[in-house]
């Protein structure tokens, strides 16, 4: 069953066809990664599947629902309830602590919780960490708050930007596990990337070339 | 645990953890606040400094007798008794006199008062030597002074002159009316004759009153029921020759006669009121620019001693009140019916009213720019403070923080700041007025409870209205500006 499904997807900025006539769908638990390069169209995409930005032409059916003619206030909403974001740049709060970012996330989707933030900090390693500030934490730390702050709402849907354009190889395999876990338990996974091996770790790539897909790529070496 | 726990715990973390510049826009709300405050507690204690300082420009009530009859201690006591006591600065009895200096042929207007109370209602005199401070020392009008040529140390002879029943030429000033005189003399056939005559200030018959019974009836007999031969003595002074100054009654000489003669022996054996003289030491000289420099000034006991009478002409009054009040007071010592007649003096009270209203404009002025100022201050701290955290706007909104949370926040932080900034204010302000108040008007003020909630109210509502412009710029930042990995 499709969790995501973009149809004729179109977005247009004056002449610019940032992304033209696109066609994808993902499945409920599956992990998918978008690659291409600078300009393909990868970050509209992301914008888009976000529910961040609409589009010019198309329709994009997430869990069912048109999200592409909905008014900004109510795609806060969807996104809110629905999807989990992980950035390259991590963005934490930072004068906020470990846990206090996950309970941020928390807080605008329903209520805080402190014993459930921790948790979530225990599953990516980090429950030693907690009331550490951001800038007492190293970048993977970060990039591993950050991901507990996208899943503490149990959103459908994880879309990550380039999760590990900025940490080293350790870390990037420490981020790719918790992905691999959080498959697993049945978590949809969208990783937007340009970096091969971590779209290797995915199920299928779709690949993006000047605003349409290029190419989608079946990886048969997934769980091996 | 709550939201509104974790709103709190966001919006302290905010501000304990961002403190420098955090520090910047408390730091103006609180400055703001403190003028706001220290300028309130002044604006609502100026009336009362300035009504102390405005004192200074004399009296502001004044206190006559109703009729002619003239003041006393007493009735004085009972109008003074409608003020509250801590209000009046002072009540000054004054009474009026011409005095006699007879080495110089010289006469002055002399006032007895209470020296006491001639320096609370009338602040602004100047004295060269000092004022008198016992009996029989006097301060001298510099007018005075200079025609006499008197200075401080010399000596002074006054005389006063009583109502002088029979000194003819006595000033109309001294005028005491009442004195009487009754004589009575031969008439007709060894018949007494009684005359009682009422005399005016200036020794003139006012009222004349004849027992003729003794005489023949329908002659002499007359003498006392014929409205035209008594009406022939009013005005006249004594003694009287019958036939110059009044004509005889028509077939009765010898009585009119007898009239005239019980008059002029009345007058001539009449004790003489003896004139009574002190001796004075001048020890000050008393310099106002005003009509006080042509009068001398003794004690009350000092005029008692030498007039007999324990009266007053005149009390001025200082009354720490304003125009509303001083109306009031009048009003009540009217009602009292104490026969005192309550004069405000309006020179004084209309300046104070105008001096007043001036300062308060000022005052107000003064605030609202301080205010608007303040309001600049925090809005461009918080401008700042917005495109400082565009990118942690834009990631609570990514994380789905609708518009309304992201005004909740910093408005709440805009109030909190206010808040605190407020009760820094307060205090502070309250030094500043107290440190402003000393200086300027030399006394201290007391803590008004109500300006700190004021204080802190009115700082909040600026830091709101000053969160207002950042807070409609944080809400447009686009959330997907965290997803392009600058």
């Keep these: 069953m499709s969790l995501l499904e973009l149809k004729n997807v179109s977005k247009i900025y004056g002449e610019l066809k940032a992304l033209d006539n696109v066609n994808i769908h993902v499945d409920q638990g599956e992990w998918v990664a978008i690659m291409g390069p600078s300009g393909s169209g990868k970050s509209t995409m992301m914008n888009i599947i976000g529910c961040m930005d609409k589009p010019t032409k198309g329709e994009v059916l997430l869990d069912g629902v048109d999200i592409s003619k909905e008014s900004s206030k109510h795609l806060t909403d969807i996104r809110r309830d629905k999807i989990g974001l992980v950035f390259q740049q991590f963005h934490m709060v930072n ?130 | 645990m709550t939201r509104r726990r974790m709103f709190l715990r966001m919006i302290t973390a905010s501000l304990l953890r961002r403190r420098s510049r955090m520090l910047i826009a408390l730091l103006s709300i609180g400055i703001g606040a403190t003028i706001l405050a220290g300028l309130v507690t002044i604006y609502y204690d100026v009336p009362r400094q300035m009504g102390a300082q405005l004192r200074s420009y004399g009296a502001n009530m004044i206190l006559l007798p109703e009729g002619e009859e003239k003041l006393d201690t007493e009735r004085l006591e009972q109008a003074l008794a409608q003020i509250p006591a801590e209000e009046l600065v002072g009540a000054t009895p004054y009474r009026y006199v011409r005095l006699d200096m007879t080495s110089r042929q010289q006469s002055f207007t002399s006032a007895g008062t209470d020296f006491e109370q001639v320096q609370k209602t009338s602040p602004y005199f100047s004295v060269e030597g000092r004022y008198p401070e016992s009996t029989r020392e006097v301060l001298v009008g510099k007018e005075i002074a200079e025609t006499i040529g008197v200075r401080v140390g010399s000596t002074m002879e006054l005389t006063y002159q009583p109502a002088a029943a029979f000194a003819s030429g006595s000033a109309a000033e001294d005028r005491v009316p009442g004195a009487t005189l009754s004589g009575s003399a031969e008439g007709w056939s060894g018949g007494v004759v009684y005359v009682t005559a009422a005399l005016d200030g200036d020794a003139r018959i006012a009222q004349i009153t004849i027992d003729a019974s003794t005489q023949t009836e329908e002659y002499g007999g007359r003498a006392d029921e014929d409205e035209a031969f008594a009406a022939q003595f009013i005005g006249k002074s004594l003694p009287l020759t019958l036939g110059t100054d009044v004509d005889a009654l028509s077939g009765a000489t010898v009585t009119s006669a007898a009239v005239v003669e019980a008059l002029n022996t009345a007058r001539a054996e009449a004790a003489p009121v003896q004139p009574r003289t002190l001796n004075f030491n001048v020890v000050g000289i008393l310099v106002t620019g005003g009509e006080e420099e042509g009068y001398v000034f003794m004690s009350t006991e000092d005029l008692v001693s030498l007039t007999g009478e324990n009266k007053l002409d005149v009390a001025e009054l200082s009354v720490l009140a304003n125009a509303d009040q001083l109306e009031a007071y009048a009003a009540a010592i009217t009602g009292a019916e104490i026969g005192v007649t309550p004069r405000l003096v309006k020179r004084v009270t209309r300046s104070e009213a105008s001096v007043l209203e001036k300062l308060t404009a000022l005052v107000f002025l003064v605030t609202a720019v301080v205010l608007l100022l303040t309001m600049i201050c925090v809005s461009t701290t918080m401008m700042a403070v917005v495109s400082e955290r565009r990118r942690e706007i834009g990631l609570r909104k990514a994380l789905g923080a609708s518009d309304n949370s992201i005004r909740a926040e910093f408005l709440g932080e805009g109030m909190f700041l206010g808040a605190l900034g407020g009760v820094m204010g307060a205090v502070l302000g309250f030094v500043f007025a107290q440190v402003v108040s000393v200086n300027v008007f030399g006394s201290s003020i007391t803590f008004q409870p109500l300006l700190l909630p004021i204080t802190v109210i009115v700082s909040m509502i600026i830091a709101a209205l000053s969160c207002l412009l950042p807070i409609k710029r944080a809400v447009a930042i686009d959330p997907a500006l965290v997803l392009k990995g600058e």
């Design chain 1, 95 to 224: 004068y906020l602590t470990a846990v206090e970012n996950v309970m941020v996330s928390q807080y605008y989707h329903s209520l805080p919780d402190e014993k459930e933030a921790l948790e979530a900090l225990g599953r990516v390693g980090l429950r030693e960490r907690a009331r550490h500030l951001p800038s007492q934490l190293s970048g993977g730390e970060q990039q591993r708050v950050c991901v507990a702050r996208a899943l503490i709402n149990h959103p459908e849907l994880i879309l990550a930007d380039e999760p590990t354009g900025n940490l080293d190889e350790a870390n990037e395999n420490i981020v790719l596990d918790l992905f691999a876990q959080l498959h697993k338990e049945g978590t949809t996974l969208i990783v937007v990337t340009h970096d091969p091996e971590v779209a290797e770790a995915a199920q299928r790539t779709i690949v993006l070339e000047h605003g349409r897909v290029a190419r989608e790529v079946i990886n048969e070496n997934f769980g091996k």
